[in-house]
């Protein structure tokens, strides 16, 4: 949050909604123009708004209000399992997270494609190229519609998977292990 105080004010009073109706006084600064929430909670918008308050003539009308959340958690890729039919990524749940983007490159730097959009916290990818290593990030979503709105995390870090080219299934836990079958 960021404004330019009026000549004259003590203090800026910022106060917060999750509905544009009722507000709240959730900090009252000496001669700042700048406010970090650290309070918000992660996944939702919140309704900001500043009003100053003067000693002898008390608070002013607030200002116009401004919208602003915090981002979603980053998921965790937990574990990733090929075998000859695909590869399969698990990640941990992320609170407030309503849908899932996967993302695939053939290299771990550069561009990641979107690869599908899930509401559950794994993804079968039967399209990975045999034999080759993929890597694959997740990154989580929160759609509002009032206001229209939609909230992310940052990417996950990159992890490999192998679509075997057949007759060995390999795995990866997020501990490290790395799990061979020769099947």
């Given at each position: 949050?960021?404004?330019?105080?009026?000549?004259?004010?003590?203090?800026?009073?910022?106060e917060?909604?999750?509905?544009n109706?009722?507000?709240?006084?959730?900090?009252?600064?000496?001669?700042?123009?700048?406010?970090?929430?650290?309070?918000?909670d992660?996944?939702?918008?919140?309704?900001?708004?500043?009003?100053?308050?003067?000693?002898?003539?008390?608070?002013?009308?607030?200002?116009?209000?401004?919208?602003?959340?915090?981002?979603?958690?980053?998921?965790?890729?937990?574990?990733?399992?090929?075998?000859?039919?695909?590869?399969?990524?698990?990640?941990?749940?992320?609170?407030?997270?309503?849908?899932?983007k996967?993302?695939?490159?053939?290299?771990?730097?550069?561009?990641y494609?979107?690869?599908?959009t899930?509401?559950?916290?794994?993804?079968?990818?039967?399209?990975?190229?045999?034999?080759?290593t993929?890597?694959?990030?997740?990154?989580?979503?929160?759609?509002?519609?009032?206001?229209?709105?939609?909230?992310?995390?940052?990417?996950?870090?990159?992890v490999?998977?192998?679509?075997?080219?057949?007759g060995?299934?390999?795995?990866?836990?997020?501990?490290?292990?790395?799990?061979?079958?020769?099947?």
């Amino acid at each position: 949050l960021k404004w330019t105080p009026p000549v004259g004010i003590t203090k800026c009073i910022i106060e917060r909604s999750t509905d544009n109706n009722d507000y709240t006084e959730i900090k009252s600064v000496d001669n700042a123009t700048t406010y970090d929430d650290s309070t918000a909670d992660a996944g939702t918008v919140y309704y900001y708004r500043v009003k100053s308050r003067h000693d002898v003539y008390g608070d002013s009308d607030p200002c116009d209000y401004d919208t602003g959340y915090k981002k979603l958690e980053t998921p965790g890729i937990t574990e990733v399992t090929g075998d000859t039919d695909s590869v399969t990524i698990k990640w941990n749940p992320i609170a407030g997270a309503g849908y899932y983007k996967i993302l695939r490159n053939e290299s771990s730097t550069g561009k990641y494609d979107e690869l599908a959009t899930v509401y559950t916290i794994q993804y079968e990818d039967l399209t990975a190229p045999s034999g080759k290593t993929v890597y694959y990030k997740v990154q989580a979503f929160k759609a509002i519609t009032t206001p229209s709105v939609v909230i992310q995390s940052d990417q996950s870090a990159a992890v490999s998977g192998v679509r075997d080219a057949g007759g060995l299934d390999t795995s990866f836990s997020s501990d490290g292990k790395i799990t061979i079958d020769i099947g």
